[in-house]
């Protein structure tokens, strides 16, 4: 049935938050992993974290890039889950497997050329050896953790979003312990410095793909008839699952690369200005990080409902997780202009990076009130398996009124005076705005028509009888 009764807010809310909390922890307990790296390569040396930190910059677009097409598995399962057509998603699953395979091998050798990039952009030459020693180390990690990255997004689109969480919890102190023992050299292993995070977090890709395999052990995770049997690479559901996924891959790429392209030029203004920066975008990271879990979570149960054909609960559920990351964003922001000394206190004691800082704190406020709903709206249109248009909105969002907004206002090419780190803040809610009333848009379009939702949701099959 596509009509429902009207439902309340929190009982619209609820199922997401059951299945959202734990991929909040998730994202934590995964920058958890992360600060670790970050923590323990500095003080090892400065030049260890640089090259270790510039090590992460090109890889974690590349990584996203690679594995954001799997992403394509949590819409695909959570419809299949709500038609009670789950012994089906283990074809997708060994489909996707196959893309990962192409995808994880096209990632290992980009990264083995890492050293000449950073060499040829002009990197000091130690630095950029750490960076690439580092990540010929990760690199061994690669397939593992794109694998794992699948399963992960199958146990999630079932509605099981518990199993990542352990996951990441074990690893978190498993990931500093290997980092102990091969960036300091001890219990009998090389020292090797910054250069040790890669080889520890490539052991810890695979130590996460077997814990994986614990969980795939389970009843929920048998009914999708994974094991059942072997399949070769079969081209048309591999096209289909790589049209879903790249737009979704690309999005969160050309955010990722557009942040990257901004503390470039940021860098240029000054240390003071790039400091400020990072701690700015740091903080607007953890508060984003919620409305980006919940956001998902919503994804998944928009997904299941139009699976099970309950399309008013799923256009519902849609506008009540609007309301969820408004609400949220503004009570954010108030705490954000209220303790922005306090926060910014905790990374740092430099007056004059304290005085840039609080000023960005202001924008952050208003800046994630777009953020977090745009991050939402987005994942609610992933529910509906609408990935291309989001992706195009982003495209133009953040290329062509992003960055050329912000440099303009930076240099002072628009207005009486440069605003320098303001004028690229200012870009970024300009243009986050744009995607938001954008996604917005889309969304009342794609969740009152019936007819186009049945189509996203059909197989190659069934689209043909509704055409």
């Not at 995964?30 to 003080?43: L, Q, S």
């Not at 954001?68 to 399962?77: C, E």
């Not at 256009?315 to 964003?329: E, N, P, S, V």
Request: proline content about 4%; hydrophobic content about 55%.
């Amino acid at each position: 049935m596509a009509h429902s009764q009207k439902t309340s807010l929190i009982a619209l809310l609820k199922p997401v938050a059951v299945m959202g909390w734990p991929m909040v922890l998730t994202q934590l307990f995964i920058m958890g992993t992360g600060f670790i790296d970050t923590a323990m390569a500095g003080r090892y040396s400065a030049v260890d974290l640089a090259g270790v930190s510039l090590g992460g910059n090109l890889m974690w677009p590349l990584f996203f890039l690679a594995t954001g097409i799997s992403m394509a598995l949590m819409p695909i399962t959570s419809q299949l889950h709500g038609a009670n057509r789950v012994a089906e998603v283990g074809h997708q699953l060994r489909q996707n497997l196959w893309l990962c395979l192409i995808n994880s091998t096209l990632l290992i050798v980009a990264l083995q050329y890492a050293t000449a990039l950073f060499l040829y952009a002009g990197i000091e030459l130690r630095t950029a050896q750490i960076a690439g020693d580092y990540l010929h180390g990760l690199s061994f990690g690669i397939p593992p953790v794109i694998f794992y990255i699948s399963f992960r997004y199958v146990l999630e689109g079932l509605g099981h979003t518990r199993p990542p969480m352990i996951i990441a919890a074990s690893i978190l102190p498993l990931n500093a312990l290997l980092n102990y023992a091969l960036i300091y050299g001890k219990f009998g292993f090389p020292e090797l410095g910054g250069v040790g995070c890669g080889y520890a977090t490539a052991l810890v890709f695979w130590i996460e793909l077997g814990f994986m395999l614990l969980f795939l052990r389970k009843p929920y995770f048998k009914a999708t008839q994974f094991f059942a049997v072997f399949e070769g690479p079969q081209l048309q559901t591999m096209a289909k699952i790589f049209r879903l996924g790249l737009p979704i891959a690309l999005t969160v790429f050309l955010e990722m690369a557009l942040f990257g392209v901004i503390a470039l030029f940021i860098a240029k203004i000054g240390v003071i200005e790039m400091a400020a920066h990072s701690i700015a975008g740091n903080l607007n990271w953890m508060t984003y990080v919620i409305p980006m879990a919940i956001g998902n979570a919503a994804s998944i149960r928009i997904g299941f409902l139009i699976g099970s054909d309950n399309l008013d609960a799923a256009r519902d559920t849609g506008w009540a997780m609007l309301k969820f990351a408004i609400a949220y964003a503004l009570t954010v922001s108030v705490l954000l202009v209220a303790l922005r000394y306090t926060l910014v206190g905790v990374y740092t004691t430099d007056a004059a990076v304290t005085a840039v800082a609080v000023v960005l704190l202001l924008f952050i406020a208003v800046y994630q009130i777009v953020d977090d709903t745009q991050a939402v709206l987005v994942s609610a249109l992933r529910g509906y398996k609408d990935t291309t248009v989001p992706m195009l909105i982003s495209l133009i969002s953040y290329w062509v009124l992003a960055l050329p907004i912000g440099y303009a206002l930076a240099e002072g090419i628009v207005g009486n005076t440069p605003l320098g780190v303001y004028g690229y803040w200012t870009g970024l809610t300009l243009a986050l705005a744009v995607v938001a009333v954008g996604a917005g848009l889309r969304l009342r379009y794609i969740s009152s028509n019936y007819q186009r939702i049945r189509q996203l949701r059909a197989t190659e099959t069934e689209q043909a009888t509704l055409q």
